[in-house]
């Protein structure tokens, strides 16, 4: 019943289409010195599955080191037959994504702006699509310095029309920053959530161009995120020195709700319905896949379950070119409600909504239902996600209302280490550290 009601409107436009056309309309803003931080957005509603990969490999960070000379692989999809013309600009930011005053010639040589060179169209699929691929930088462009990084797409007969914004990061790793994730300091809740506490010490093997970074507080900052959520990031307070390392611990900002194990389908097959997938059929020129209800998780047992954390991997089945053969699918959410929240609303997280707490991400409760429902349109694979409360006038989504909170979850914590020394002109991306939850109790550095 609740399937076939679902079937019978999914003709009509998405949800976040008319947001995604007035954002078009912001045009070159990011690229303006002191604008708004540049997000990970799609600006145009025919931009699909863009990703940047770190190395040029698909599902790596997109963090590449100073001196490695790594580049990263920019990947997106225009829907319709047509093929069109691309360019790409890389603009320096500061740690909170903002243009930074940096001339090209002072982050990068070479060219800072190129053409999106690499493109295919799609292939025996219903939905037509044209698959656009670039290594950023060029050959003949190298970056100099470290720090915060946007990729900036617009078509090239309308410059003033962004499509895509990306970002990325550089580092040099002139200090090293270890990260631990330990039970939390005040000792409430230690079932439900963790503290990470990262220390910053001398890298004794650095020889980079850059001088070496001092060790002052005043000049660091440490960023903290829990596997890709933007919404809950930390910026760590200095809390003291412990064998010359300084150290930013036993904080409120420290500690993390833990969540649960990501939820997840897969329509690599829309030739029968299979992992938590309900129904998938053809109508209309066009794929329509309902997933399985979801559960309320919030009350039960943690689900010991090996999956990406949020991320998100195209595949097909039956096909050799998952680029340019995968089809596009709309999937439709069902999370059964007997009553509305009242007091915030529900979103999907991951790389399938950009990890964005907005329009496009958030479920649409519908009384005929009894239901929380959404639509996205995604192409064939694997995606992994979570259901967010955001509760009314916050910007920070909660896991513990939809999906309970458990110490064992294994998250990723990635602490992102910036420097402005005393006369500098831009922050320095100086070290990346990583840690991830434990089953067992952890200990303090």
Known sequence: MIIKALLSTLLGLPRGSVAG?????????????????????????????????????????????????????????????????????IVHCDSRWRRDELEDYEFMSGFAEGAVEGYASSF?????????????????????????????VYDQDNPDSVVLTRRFRVTEQSLRASVEVVNPYDGVSMLERREVDVALRPNDDYGGMAP?????????????????????????????????????????????????????????????????????????????????????????NFVAEEVLNGGMKVNVWDRSNRQTEADYVWVYFLLPVRYPFLNGAVHVA?????????EASRMEYRPDLKAYTLR??????????????????????????????????????TAYIYYRGAGDR????????????????????
């Open 376 to 413: 996205l349109l995604l192409k064939q694979g694997y995606y992994s996600y979570q259901l967010l409360f955001v509760p009314a006038g916050s910007h920070r989504g909660e896991t513990r209302p939809l999906e309970g909170d458990h110490f064992e979850t294994p998250n990723r914590y």
């Open 350 to 358: 991951g790389e399938l909504t950009n990890w964005c707490l907005d």
């Open 21 to 89: 056309i007035a954002a078009a309309v912001l045009l070159m803003v990011p690229l303006r010195s002191g604008a708004q931080p540049i997000p990970d957005s799609n600006w145009s509603p025919a931009v699909r599955t863009a990703a940047l990969w770190g190395g040029g490999v698909e599902g790596e960070a997109p963090v590449v080191a100073l001196d490695g000379g790594g580049r990263l692989l920019l990947a997106f999809d225009v829907l319709g037959a047509e093929v069109g013309s691309f360019r790409y600009r």
């Open 212 to 300: 070496a970074p001092a060790l002052n507080p005043a000049w660091l900052e440490v960023v903290v995120q829990q596997n890709g959520r933007l919404d809950n990031m930390r910026r760590l307070q200095f809390s003291g020195y412990d064998g010359g390392a300084l150290c930013y611990r036993r904080r409120a900002e420290n500690v993390f709700e833990c969540g649960n194990t990501f939820r997840w389908f897969d329509i690599s097959n829309i030739r029968t319905a299979t992992y938590n997938v309900a129904q998938i059929e053809e109508y209309g020129g066009q794929w329509y896949a309902t997933l399985k209800p979801l559960a309320d998780r919030s009350g039960g």
């Open 124 to 152: 025996t699929t219903l939905t037509d699509y044209v698959h656009y691929h670039q290594y950023i930088p060029s050959e003949q462009s190298q970056l100099l310095v470290s720090g915060n990084y946007a990729v900036v």
């Open 426 to 445: 831009y922050d320095r991306l100086v070290a990346v550290g990583h840690g991830g939850a434990a089953n067992a109790m952890g200990k303090r550095f």
